[in-house]
């Protein structure tokens, strides 16, 4: 999945930490942050939640971040 805005990265959160059963008030303590500031980000209402956040939220739901050049990515889609 590529994901270019923070609004995509809050709904993949969002949709993983449902599909896992776990609740906001959980997660939000387990990596160090207020539920409320958890709600917000899965809302898509924070523009800037921090690389650190993000790191440890993927962290927490065992997924992982790949990074590519951008002319690689757009020639591996137009060869899909």
Do not use: C, T
């Not at 959980?26 to 990596?31: L, P, S």
């Not at 956040?53 to 992982?64: D, F, N, P, R, T």
């Amino acid at each position: 999945m590529i994901l270019s805005r923070v609004d995509e990265f809050a709904a993949l959160l969002r949709d993983q930490r449902q599909e896992r059963g776990i609740s906001q008030a959980k997660m939000a303590e387990d990596i160090g942050v207020s539920r409320r500031w958890l709600v917000l980000l899965e809302q898509g209402k924070i523009e800037n939640p921090g690389f650190e956040s993000i790191l440890k939220a993927l962290h927490y739901l065992e997924l992982v971040v790949s990074v590519q050049q951008r002319a690689r990515l757009l020639a591996s889609r137009e060869d899909d």
